[in-house]
């Protein structure tokens, strides 16, 4: 025992290494780690703003509405009246924060005929047809009205 | 009188404070101002969905929207939401057949015959936000994690796409983004939520089969869908604490 104390710089250089890597280790992570990593749970605080953060490019009906009470009359009874707007008419939010920003072009493949072709597997109770069968060809506008499709006539 | 300096600054400190306090409240009244609404408190919150099968026309509308909302590549291997069809031929259960061509992006082709004797559905997909998910538990570094509201968030400027959670979730909601070499999934729309606005998909589903809901809200309606239905979660073997609750669902669905 005695022995050990008597020869013992060589532990002390042992252990003034390992305080300073411990040093070294606190100091980096002081560094490395953001300050509101751990606030809430294991992660950083900041990651929950930056997924808020990101651009919008639908509006939302409320945004539409706002401006476009007509449309909303036009649609009230209809079958139509719970689809929002943008699902035909697509991401509009642009438009809705700066009504000169012109909306785009409507996408004549996205329209009726992406709900209502007759497919195996929609839902019998929904409205289908084969458009050959049902109008030989004749565009669905010419008799339906998109915001009120039971009344006839067009907008 | 003396006064002493360090009364007299605490004194006069005050008299500040309280004729600025005075001044905000009479600028307030006189602009007739409402006061702002209160900020986004996410522990307020906790997100679920619903998804009804029974009203699924497959018509792809909210695979569209959520690559438009959320900058996903348009290539058909990357979705945060998918639509598949599911084809049940008679009683064989366990060997459905499922395609969901470019994720349902583009709809779905009429492929099978009518009344072949088979029932066809669709069945929307997307991250079920797991309150016990096993991709948060295996990601090394924190970038994967459970939102205060419950949204299972990744921290972009974390991640080290190691892939651990993409191999850990056991339902394919993950995927490496080509662009940043980082994990990408559905976030809930997190950006529209927390403004008060619907998810994507959720606003541009025509039929109402996608709903989103706030557990600890009393009011919202989910809580009496949730009653009156018998909803499913996927895979509930796995006990993931998912919150995506399906109506409609049956055996055949994996
Ligand atoms: S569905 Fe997958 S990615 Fe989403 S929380 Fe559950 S395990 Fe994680
Ligand atoms: S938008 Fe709605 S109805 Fe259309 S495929 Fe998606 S979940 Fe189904």
Redesign the pocket.
């Given at each position: 025992m005695r022995k050990l104390f008597r020869d013992g710089s060589h532990l002390l250089r042992v252990a003034a290494l390992f305080a300073a890597g411990i040093a070294a280790f606190f100091v980096l992570r002081g560094i490395l780690v953001p300050s509101d990593f751990g606030r809430y749970g294991h992660y950083r605080a900041g990651a929950l703003a930056d997924n808020a953060k990101r651009a919008v490019h639908f509006g939302g009906k409320t945004a539409c509405l706002d401006c476009h009470s007509d449309v909303a009359d036009a649609q009230k009874g209809s079958r139509h009246a719970n689809v929002r707007c943008e699902a035909c008419h697509g991401p509009l939010a642009k438009h809705a924060d700066d009504p000169g920003v012109q909306p785009a072009k409507l996408a004549p493949e996205r329209l009726c005929l992406t709900c209502h072709r007759a497919i195996v597997g929609r839902p019998a109770k929904f409205p289908q047809i084969d458009p050959e069968e049902h109008a030989g060809g004749v565009e669905c506008t010419s008799c339906h009205r998109p915001h009120h499709p039971e009344q006839e006539g067009k907008s | 009188m003396t006064v002493d300096r360090r009364a007299f600054f605490a004194t006069a400190g005050k008299y500040l404070i309280v004729t600025a306090a005075t001044a905000k409240v009479i600028e307030t009244f006189l602009a007739g101002a409402t006061p702002e609404p209160a900020a986004y408190a996410a522990a307020d919150h906790w997100w679920a969905m619903v998804?009804d099968i029974e009203?699924?026309?497959?018509?792809?509308?909210?695979?569209r929207a959520c690559k438009a909302e959320n900058d996903v590549p348009l290539e058909a291997e990357y979705f945060r939401t998918w639509?598949e069809r599911y084809h049940v031929r008679g009683e064989d259960m366990e060997h459905p057949d499922v395609d969901s061509p470019n994720g349902?992006y583009d709809g779905f082709p009429d492929k099978y015959p009518k009344g072949d004797g088979a029932r066809t559905f669709?069945v929307?997909k997307l991250c079920n936000h797991c309150a016990h998910s096993p991709c948060v538990q295996v990601c090394p570094v924190g970038a994967t994690f459970v939102s205060p509201d419950g949204v299972v968030l990744v921290d972009k400027s974390y991640c080290l796409g190691c892939r651990y959670c993409v191999q850990a979730c056991p339902y394919g909601c993950r995927f490496i983004d080509p662009r940043t070499h980082t994990v990408d999934k559905c976030n809930l729309c997190y950006h529209r939520i927390t403004k008060g606005l619907l998810p994507a998909?959720v606003e541009?589903?025509?039929?109402g089969?996608?709903m989103i809901g706030d557990l600890r809200n009393p009011n919202d309606p989910i809580h009496a869908f949730l009653r009156e239905h018998k909803v499913q979660v996927l895979k509930p073997q796995m006990a993931t604490g998912s919150k995506a609750f399906y109506n409609g669902l049956d055996g055949s669905v994996r």
């Open positions: - | 998804l009203k699924c026309i497959g018509c792809g509308n909210c695979v639509v349902g669709f929307p998909c541009n589903c025509p039929t089969s996608r």
